[in-house]
């Protein structure tokens, strides 16, 4: 099915002329460089060429390395609280105007993540061993 | 002041979440993770029942109980209860034996329960959410098994990956009519003469990628192999279910009211989809090994069937989709439920060729799987063909008779298959010995499942005319 | 509730009780229930036989299935004049097939299984004749289709014989496919499935058409061809007969109740039943007269050259069969009936004889290993030996009646008629030679098995003789019920035999033909020539020079080669459907997850993207970001395709 521009009564949302250019260039910006370097650029490797380059020492080990799940713990949680506070801000700058209905929605909030804190701390997700 | 939003008609959910939570937190003092499985099943028990007595609208039309969502919403609990029946024993031979999954799954059955009563867009995309991101964790709860970890991965990845379309899609739309309210964006459509318009268009083919994920249509169904074959087989089981109803759930909303007027074009983009779906679901389905893996591709190939009610936009069409979930559940759900009873310790029972023979020395168990196989293929005296038979009749009634031919070449090309599995069971010599799994919370699930397919098979005119009445039950409050 | 709703339900509970007790307690006397209640249906059908003659005729909804917005599906009884030929056909053969069985499947370990099978299978089948609306055919057809597949599976150690039940349902899938869309047609085109109101208003619709792919398709040609496609598949017609000669792998009673005397006449009942859909069809009933000719020539000649005693019974079956659509397809719906009924007695009786033979000669099917059983067998040889000349039409017995019927109305039918009438003249040669070949070959002459085997031949017991003998006196007299006017038999209506007039209120009866009684003296005496050419041909060939029929097949090898390997059908479709199925299947998955659909995907995108297109290619591994990718492409798949067409 075609979809027919500009007809009389259409909204065209020509405000968004100019993202929908600049998207455009950046497509053929980004895709012309690749297409063109590919032609151009000369093609000779070598063993050497291939090797990964760390500073010039020889690479050491994997270059993915492995952390303990304990850091990502930690980090979780961290967001978890980081993001609750971020709320609350908002919701006790406009308090006076929202009253019972925002206090109760953010109590419930809070008790939800209480839960949270509950279970994680009987699962002993706050002891590094 | 800003006035307190009734809450009656959002009962159930609030029920559901603090069961959820309660569930959660009783795992901390409760040690037979069994006590946990039966709260669960009390729980979503007690969650059908307020789901029955509940309608209205809140939030300022944001959430809408109506028929229509009800009856999604007794598809989901229903899987719920049967998918936990199925996990009890299960999830202890895998040795995950831990009770955040029955809470994970309440919260990912709250999600849909969320989807299907989204009046509004940002409301629809945090059930998807939160359905989503416990079905992650589900799906790798065996942390100990690799492929298990592997389909948690993908299925996290590529359901991001879906998610961001959708959030696409919802920002364009919110651009466009400057309201993310389901019936608000068609009403500002249909009063600004909006239908041609390329970037409404935009982000119609972004909700069909998104929606197609969640129901794992092809060409978005890449994940649903892979993850089905990996997740734990209750949850694989679960999943096939409750989140795909949740997407049609979703899909009929949105399609159906916010993007009414563009029907023809819609339909024209899910025809193929649903050609393509039942065509790669159908036909890769043959070669397979894994009966997990097989059944991933029937999932597939029924979302095809399925979509021809949505494509038929009809509220027989509709009725239709919607009972055909329903006896999907049914009739899935069970034939999992027998793939499970295969599993024992050091046994996968994964492989097709492990039921060759099933017959000899279990008979009840390949007879139950007989009927949930005659079922998935679509053969009258079950519900299978019942539920093909009405979305058919809807796509023939609205005008899509030859579409509804391709469809039945496919069910005919399913058969190959399904039977396939009948003929291993009862025209085969076992090879090795098959020791069964049984557990009563197994065995009732069997029974639930079994009796579904059949009375449904028997009795199909009720379900038909109960999904009727449920969307003219205030369809589109 | 009504007496007749027993005959089914009898079957069904016998079903019911051998299936969930048989393994653990009823084990060896399986047969203390089935028979007694398949008997018991036998004489309620009887019953039935004599109301419909008094005049009764049944039409009631027994049981309300789906009411739903104009839509209703319910269990109901139609007993007419057809339903009750039916009746008697498949209670009888039944009655006698489950008797059979229990001498013949004696010792098996799957004893009570049978029975439970042969039961269900009763049960669907009573349930198909009985109908009144196509949704319970549909089931019955659908569900003596599932028996066909567990009873040729019978043995599933063979695999011969799990292939052939896997073919036989694979085949007829095809077949039920078009019969289902048919079913579904007829109810959007009249919003009813009830047989009373369809075929009362089905004339309404005559000259609508029906736009498919912008083709105007006459409406009634459609349903009724569509009706046909189900036929050919249960009916074993061209092109569908591929999976008959197979089921032959199953136990010989099966043979014989389903795949000779009802399962497979299912088509053929089917037609006639809808006689007043396919009647408003010119070009339908054309087709049905040229399949139904064609086939059963077809069949005739590869019978000729087999040497599998059941194979070759299966192809005349399958000739015979063409028999009765070819009179169905000229409008002689009452002359096909009338030839499904006699030919349920001499066909049954035809395969039980050779089940005797086998079981005598430790199932040896080989007819070129068999010869002078008709020492050590009399009651086989004679029963058989009725059944050949019945099947061959010598005048008295019930073949005659019911091909000479044929015959005679294709030969009245106009020009396309005279058509088919040289084919069912034809095959009424072939029949009567191939029929005696067997006859010659394995009853008459010297022994040419192994010595073991001669050692053990003996006649098989009382179980399995009596109901050869009462098929004979089937295959001998059934027919007297059809002897027509110029014979001096009772006239109906409008010229007709008796047998003619019983059915014609239900399928109509063709226009009285403007023929002369000569005419008609010929074309019988002609038929009875051929047949008896058929018998003396074979004598000749096979009693008294044993090597004529070998320089025959080395002088025309050609012809001998391609009859020996019928035609290569199975090559055929071996080669043009079933290999590119498997061909699809295997090289969308092998060794890769669905990575490679993609392959073709990417390939199929213009060769515009060049480059890209290759580099894409070698990163689809089947990792996450490749799934990513393929979603990613069917996003602007559909972009292009909503935006650009």
Not at chain 3, 113 to 119: T, V
Not at chain 3, 247 to 271: D, K, N, R, W
Not at chain 3, 326 to 335: D, E, H, S
Request: hydrophobic content about 55%; proline content about 4%; charged content about 10%.
């Amino acid at each position: 099915m075609r979809i027919i521009t500009g007809m009389p009564g259409q909204y065209i949302p020509s405000d968004y002329l100019p993202i929908l250019i600049f998207m455009m260039i950046a497509t053929a910006f980004g895709l012309g460089t690749l297409v063109v370097c590919s032609i151009f650029r000369p093609r000779r490797t070598y063993a050497e060429k291939l090797t990964p380059y760390e500073s010039g020492n020889p690479p050491i080990g994997e270059p993915r390395m492995r952390f303990s799940v304990k850091f990502y713990i930690i980090a979780m949680l961290f967001v978890v609280f980081d993001v609750e506070v971020v709320f609350l801000y908002p919701w006790a700058v406009v308090f006076d105007k929202i009253g019972l209905f925002a206090y109760v929605e953010m109590m419930l909030f809070i008790f939800i993540l209480l839960v949270g804190y509950i279970y994680a701390w009987k699962k002993d997700a706050f002891t590094w061993d | 002041m800003v006035e307190f939003p009734p809450l009656g008609p959002v009962m159930p959910e609030i029920l559901m979440t603090g069961f959820a939570l309660l569930i959660l937190v009783l795992d901390l003092v409760i040690k037979r993770k069994e006590t946990l499985a039966f709260l669960s099943v009390a729980a979503a028990a007690v969650v059908m029942y307020a789901v029955l007595g509940t309608s209205g609208v809140t939030f300022s039309g944001m959430f809408a109980a109506d028929g229509y969502s009800m009856f999604f919403k007794l598809i989901f609990l229903l899987s719920l209860i049967l998918s936990i029946l199925i996990s009890v024993k299960y999830i202890a031979i895998e040795r995950v034996n831990y009770g955040e999954y029955y809470s994970l799954m309440l919260f990912s059955t709250l999600g849909m329960m969320i989807m299907a009563s989204a009046g509004d867009l940002i409301v629809l995309y945090l059930g998807i959410e939160l359905m989503a991101l416990s079905t992650y964790v589900l799906a790798g709860f065996i942390r100990h098994a690799v492929k298990s970890n592997e389909a948690a991965v993908k299925y996290f990845l590529l359901g991001a990956f879906a998610s961001a379309l959708l959030l696409y899609g919802i920002s364009l739309l919110y651009g466009l009519t400057g309201t993310t309210d389901i019936k608000g964006v068609a009403a500002y459509i249909s009063d600004n003469g909006l239908a041609g318009n390329p970037a409404l268009m935009l982000s119609v083919i972004l909700f069909v990628v998104a929606f197609g994920f969640k129901i794992a249509a092809a060409p978005f169904h890449m994940w649903a192999p892979d993850v089905y074959e990996g997740a734990p087989t209750s949850i694989t089981a679960f999943m096939s279910v409750g989140p795909k109803a949740a997407g049609f759930a979703a899909m009929g909303r949105v399609f159906l009211i916010a993007f009414a007027s563009l029907q023809v074009q819609w339909a024209a983009i899910l025809i193929p989809l649903a050609i393509v779906t039942m065509a790669v679901g159908n036909i890769i389905a043959i070669s397979q090994t894994n009966i997990k893996r097989m059944l991933a591709y029937s999932s597939i190939a029924h979302a095809g069937y399925a979509l021809m009610g949505v494509i038929a936009g009809t509220p027989e069409g509709l009725a239709g989709m919607m009972s055909y979930l329903l006896i999907y559940a049914f009739m899935n759900i069970g034939a999992f439920a027998i793939i499970i009873m295969l599993r024992s310790e050091g046994f996968s029972g994964e492989n097709i060729s492990d039921y060759e023979g099933l017959s000899k020395k279990h008979p009840v168990s390949a007879a139950l799987m007989l009927i949930f196989m005659f079922s998935l293929t679509g053969i009258p005296p079950t519900a299978g063909f019942i539920g093909k038979f009405y979305v058919f009749m809807a796509a023939v009634n609205a005008g899509y008779t030859w579409l509804v031919v391709v469809a039945v070449i496919f069910s005919a090309i399913s058969a190959f298959f399904y039977m396939r599995i009948v003929m291993y069971m009862y025209m085969k010599e076992p090879r090795r010995e098959v020791e069964l799994t049984t557990s009563p919370a197994l065995g009732l699930a069997l029974a639930i499942s079994a009796l579904g397919v059949l009375v449904i098979g028997v009795f199909p005119g009720r379900l038909l005319d109960l999904a009727r009445i449920a969307i003219t039950l205030g369809w589109g409050l | 509730m009504e007496l007749y709703t027993l005959i089914p339900v009898l079957p069904l509970a016998a079903f019911w009780i051998n299936i969930l007790f048989g393994r653990h307690y009823i084990k060896d006397n399986a047969h203390w229930i089935s028979v007694p209640a398949v008997v018991a249906s036998w004489v309620i059908a009887l019953i039935t036989l004599s109301d419909v003659l008094g005049g009764k005729v049944f039409n009631q909804d027994i049981y309300q299935w789906i009411v739903s917005d104009g839509f209703k599906v319910s269990v109901g009884f139609l007993v007419d004049p057809l339903t009750a030929v039916m009746l008697i056909v498949v209670t009888t053969v039944s009655s006698l097939v489950h008797i059979y069985s229990v001498g013949y499947m004696h010792k098996d370990p799957g004893y009570y299984r049978f029975f439970a099978y042969l039961s269900l299978f009763t049960f669907s089948m009573l349930m198909l004749v009985m109908a009144n609306n196509f949704l319970q055919m549909y089931f019955g057809w659908e569900a003596v289709g599932l028996c066909s597949y567990f009873l040729i599976g019978f043995w599933y150690q063979k695999k011969s014989a799990s292939d052939a039940a896997k073919k036989a349902f694979i085949v007829n899938r095809f077949g039920d496919f078009g019969f289902g869309l048919g079913v579904i047609l007829i109810f959007l085109t009249l919003g009813t499935l009830h047989y009373a109101p369809v075929f009362g208003s089905i004339g309404s619709v005559a000259g609508q058409t029906l736009n498919i792919l912008g083709t105007e398709v006459d409406l009634i040609t459609l349903i009724a061809l569509l009706l046909f496609c189900g036929a050919v598949g249960k009916s074993a017609q061209i092109p569908l007969h591929v999976w008959l000669p197979d089921a032959m792998e199953g136990p010989t009673p099966v043979s014989a109740l389903i795949h000779a005397a009802t399962m497979v006449t299912a088509g053929v009942f089917m037609v006639a039943r809808c006689a007043p859909i396919f009647s408003l069809s010119p070009t339908t009933m054309a087709v049905v007269a040229v399949v139904g000719g064609v086939t059963a020539i077809f069949a005739g000649t590869i019978a000729l050259v087999q040497n599998d005693i059941k194979r070759i019974i299966a192809y005349s079956t399958v000739s015979q069969l063409g028999y009765m659509f070819l009179a169905c397809g000229v409008g002689a719906f009452g002359a096909g009936i009338f030839h499904l009924y006699t030919h349920a007695f001499f066909k049954a009786l035809l395969f039980l004889g050779a089940g005797s033979v086998m079981h005598a000669m430790s199932g040896e099917v080989n007819i070129q290993k068999m010869g002078g059983l008709k020492k050590y067998m009399p009651w086989t040889y004679w029963t058989f030996l009725l059944a050949s000349l019945s099947i061959a039409g010598i005048p008295g017995f019930a073949g005659f009646f019911s091909k000479d019927e044929i015959l005679w109305q294709a030969y009245a039918a106009g020009p396309l008629g005279k058509f088919v009438w040289v084919l069912g003249a034809i095959t009424a040669l072939l029949t009567a030679f191939y029929s005696f070949r067997i006859i010659y070959l394995a009853f008459h002459g010297k022994f040419r098995g192994t010595e073991e085997q001669k050692h053990h031949l003996h006649e098989s017991p009382k179980s399995m003789t009596l109901p050869l003998v009462l098929l004979a006196v089937g295959a001998v007299a059934a027919g007297w019920v059809g002897i027509p006017p110029l014979l001096g038999g009772t006239i109906g209506i409008e010229h007709s035999d008796k047998f003619g007039a019983f059915l014609a209120p239900v399928v109509g009866h063709p226009h009285a033909s403007v023929h002369t009684h000569a005419e008609e003296w010929a074309v019988m005496g002609l038929s009875v020539l051929l047949a008896i050419s058929g018998i003396l041909a074979a004598r000749y060939c096979y009693l008294k020079n044993p090597e004529l029929p070998v320089k025959i097949g080395e002088k025309f090898k050609f012809a001998y080669r391609v009859l020996w390997n019928k035609y290569y059908v199975d090559e055929l479709y071996d080669c043009i459907i079933v290999k590119p199925t498997f061909w699809v299947a295997r090289n969308i998955i092998v060794g890769i997850t669905d990575g490679k659909i993609i392959e073709g995907v990417v390939n199929g995108v213009p060769a515009a993207i060049g480059r890209f297109s290759e580099s894409f290619r070698k990163i689809q591994t089947g990792f996450t970001h490749h799934y990513a990718m393929v979603m990613a492409f069917g996003l602007l798949a559909i972009a292009i395709a909503v935006f650009f067409f």
